[in-house]
């Protein structure tokens, strides 16, 4: 079946240290996204791309970064910049851009908890 | 720039009772709506969507949404909620526009359906 995979489901991190969300899809779609999710808050938007090789900031990019070498993938790193990374982050992608308004599909999502 | 308001943070309901979650939104430009569901722990699925056309949108579940753009409005109903109903409930736009080109989200409204 078609979709988007994120792992690992729970990850626990120590302060000071990089973590890597990783993101895959199999839908054949163009953009893809990197959401977070606080509770009260919606989802606040990290990174997009429309294309391989190139990529946008969100409205909360600090602390994040991002590539986009293969159309299927998407990893998010969590740098030690990040100064509140816990949160649940949700991985998500749409056909194109414009496609369907912009409709996503998101994946199970990654819960980010530092110790 | 776009911004999404979901009046309710929560919403308690009896299990059968018709149900309204609130959406008002912001922008300058025509825009595109949308409401998610999100079970917990896991991502977003799509309920409907509102891209032109008729104003009053059906979707999954019995659920259907009325786009007022006088009100600038998008309010999501039910007549007969049910125990699995419970969720949170996001709505979203996207803009027309060549700016801004991922969905911003509201923060959420949280259906407790009661028996």
């Known amino acids: 079946d078609g979709g988007i995979t994120q792992s690992p489901k729970y990850l626990f991190r120590k302060e000071g240290q990089n973590v890597t969300l990783s993101c895959e899809q199999n839908l054949n779609h163009d953009a893809m996204y990197w959401y977070r999710q606080d509770p009260g808050q919606g989802l606040r938007l990290i990174y997009y791309s429309q294309i391989v090789n190139d990529f946008q900031k969100g409205d909360i990019a600090e602390g994040y970064s991002v590539s986009r070498e293969k159309k299927e993938s998407f990893p998010l790193t969590v740098t030690s910049a990040q100064k509140n990374p816990t949160a649940f982050y949700l991985c998500?992608?749409?056909?194109?851009?414009?496609?369907?308004?912009?409709?996503?599909?998101f994946g199970e999502g990654s819960r980010l908890t530092v110790l | 720039a776009q911004s999404v308001t979901q009046l309710d943070s929560q919403v308690p309901v009896f299990e059968e009772a018709p149900v309204e979650l609130r959406c008002n939104y912001s922008s300058s430009v025509s825009v595109y709506l949308f409401w998610y569901v999100q079970y917990p722990n896991q991502g977003l699925q799509l309920l409907l969507k509102y891209l032109s056309g008729s104003t009053l949108v059906k979707g999954i579940n019995g659920f259907e949404a009325e786009f007022n753009k006088s009100q600038t409005s998008f309010h999501l109903r039910k007549p007969s909620v049910h125990i699995s109903d419970t969720a949170e409930y996001f709505c979203a736009v996207s803009s027309m526009d060549t700016g801004r080109r991922a969905l911003t989200f509201g923060s959420g409204t949280r259906l407790q359906v009661q028996p």
């Open positions: 998500a992608s749409s056909i194109t851009q414009t496609s369907g308004g912009g409709e996503l599909f």
